[in-house]
């Protein structure tokens, strides 16, 4: 998934309010972050096999360290762990670390069964939802709208950076998705493995919008 798991992010501001929405997307996309720095590292492989599935040509055959569920876990405890340790806010620590869980559960649902249990070998699962391109975009394209609602109705714009810069980030999300469903495959592995570093600045964006924005309805 992509927009799938932004839409966990904005949806979970309503039970963290005091966390940025900045946080809350890295949370739900760390392993994501993580997995192209794996792979330019050689700890992790991916292979380009258009046709591998309908909705993308990646054949995810070795990540476990990234995506395997045991080690979700351990992103999710240092993920919201070090949140706690910097900011004290019990519920966004806990929402943090949900939504690195949150990561694989999805991946689960959309992946065919290349998802580790275990990182060091062990059963694969999932359920496949990439087999169908339309199937996959009415989950995705409905999760995102709805948790764009969700967001959009309990936060409100102090300013146009606040009303703008939401609305616009949420369009170029949407633009990126259908980019990456529509377009060619990905040139290279290592043209994979930048954007992990790059995709850094992306978390950027909601950060700053977010603090144009004040929470209306708890």
């Given at each position: 998934m992509?927009?799938?798991h932004?839409?966990?992010?904005?949806?979970a501001k309503?039970l963290?309010?005091?966390t940025?929405l900045g946080?809350l997307?890295?949370?739900?996309?760390f392993?994501?972050v993580?997995?192209?720095i794996?792979?330019?590292l050689?700890w992790?492989?991916?292979?380009?096999?258009?046709?591998?599935?309908?909705?993308?040509?990646?054949?995810?055959?070795?990540y476990?360290?990234?995506?395997?569920?045991?080690?979700?876990?351990g992103?999710?405890a240092l993920?919201?762990?070090?949140?706690?340790a910097?900011r004290?806010?019990r519920?966004?620590a806990?929402?943090?670390?949900?939504?690195?869980l949150s990561?694989w559960?999805?991946?689960?649902v959309?992946?065919?069964?290349?998802?580790?249990?275990?990182?060091?070998g062990?059963?694969?699962?999932g359920?496949g939802l990439w087999?169908?391109?339309?199937?996959t975009m009415?989950v995705?394209?409905?999760m995102?709208?709805?948790?764009?609602?969700?967001?959009?109705?309990?936060?409100r714009a102090?300013?146009?950076?606040g009303s703008?810069?939401?609305?616009?980030?949420?369009?170029?999300?949407?633009m990126t998705?259908f980019?990456?469903?529509f377009?060619?495959?990905?040139?290279s592995?290592e043209?994979?493995?930048?954007?992990g570093?790059?995709?850094?600045?992306?978390?950027a964006?909601?950060?700053w919008?977010?603090?144009?924005r004040?929470?209306?309805?708890?």
């Amino acid at each position: 998934m992509f927009i799938g798991h932004f839409a966990v992010a904005l949806a979970a501001k309503k039970l963290a309010p005091k966390t940025s929405l900045g946080t809350l997307m890295l949370s739900t996309s760390f392993v994501d972050v993580l997995w192209p720095i794996f792979l330019l590292l050689g700890w992790e492989h991916v292979r380009i096999e258009p046709g591998n599935t309908a909705f993308t040509p990646l054949d995810f055959y070795d990540y476990p360290i990234s995506h395997s569920l045991l080690t979700g876990f351990g992103w999710a405890a240092l993920f919201g762990g070090l949140y706690y340790a910097v900011r004290r806010y019990r519920p966004g620590a806990i929402v943090l670390a949900l939504g690195v869980l949150s990561h694989w559960a999805l991946d689960f649902v959309t992946h065919r069964p290349d998802m580790p249990l275990l990182p060091n070998g062990g059963p694969k699962v999932g359920l496949g939802l990439w087999n169908s391109i339309p199937a996959t975009m009415v989950v995705e394209i409905t999760m995102f709208l709805a948790a764009i609602w969700v967001y959009a109705r309990m936060t409100r714009a102090k300013d146009r950076i606040g009303s703008w810069g939401f609305w616009i980030f949420m369009a170029m999300l949407m633009m990126t998705y259908f980019a990456n469903v529509f377009g060619p495959p990905p040139p290279s592995v290592e043209a994979i493995g930048i954007t992990g570093p790059l995709s850094l600045l992306l978390f950027a964006i909601p950060y700053w919008f977010d603090q144009h924005r004040t929470v209306s309805k708890l």
